[in-house]
Every structure is written in structure tokens, then in C-alpha cells.
Nanobody
Framework: VQLVESGGGLVQPGGSLRLSCAASGFSFSWYAMSWYRQAPGKERELVAT????????EYADSVKGRFSISRENAKKMVYLQMNDLKPEDTAVYYC???????RGQGTQVTVSS
């Protein structure tokens, strides 16, 4: 099982990033997928979740209206489009298959001027 995130980086406030998560080694289309984030000294936060078929999404209040989660089951990919980024969005972001221990190592997102 492997989940590999990419797309993180340094961006100015108000900017955008698109994170990607490539899955392999398990039945990706069976699982709802989530993005989490963890900033230094803070608890892990569930950012967004998408259902196995992609028809249902949920977001943390802190990102609602700014972030969008999507997936492509044929490619075993899940994405997080992040717009209007704020300094408080700075964290390591990682993807995880719901109701499993499958998770990636994460990608750093830093929002700073």
C-alpha cells in the first residue's frame, strides 16, 4: 500500500495550490478518502473528505468555500484544490483512506509573504 502526496510548497497569502495524492496497492475505489493537516504544536485536523464514488464531500469549517476535494478512481488519484490560502493554512497535508491505516507521508504547505 502506498499513498504519495505532491504539490505542496511556499505560496503567498491569497494564492492557490493543488495537492495530489497517488494511491496504489489497495482497492482505491472502495474507500472514502480524506485530507488531513497538522501544523507544529497543533492537533491534526480533518480538512476534507470525499466519498468512494466522489458524489459526496465534506469540509472543515475553516476551509469551506476555499478548498475543494476531488478524485479520479480510474487513475487512483485524489486532489485538494486550495484557494485564497491564509497563513493559518500552513501545515503538513496528507491523504488517508477512511476506516483504514493507509496514509501518506505528507507534503508541506507554507503560506507566507
Amino acid at each position: 500500500v502506498q499513498l504519495v502526496e505532491s504539490g505542496g510548497g511556499l505560496v503567498q497569502p491569497g494564492g492557490s495550490l493543488r495537492l495530489s495524492c497517488a494511491a496504489s496497492g489497495f482497492s482505491f475505489s472502495w474507500y472514502a478518502m480524506s485530507w488531513y493537516r497538522q501544523a507544529p504544536g497543533k492537533e491534526r485536523e480533518l480538512v476534507a473528505t470525499i466519498s468512494s464514488g466522489g458524489g459526496s464531500t465534506e469540509y472543515a469549517d475553516s476551509v469551506k468555500g476555499r478548498f475543494s476535494i476531488s478524485r479520479e478512481n480510474a487513475k487512483k488519484m485524489v486532489y485538494l484544490q486550495m484557494n485564497d490560502l491564509k497563513p493559518e493554512d500552513t501545515a503538513v497535508y496528507y491523504c488517508k483512506a477512511r476506516d483504514s491505516n493507509y496514509r501518506g507521508q505528507g507534503t508541506q504547505v507554507t503560506v507566507s509573504s
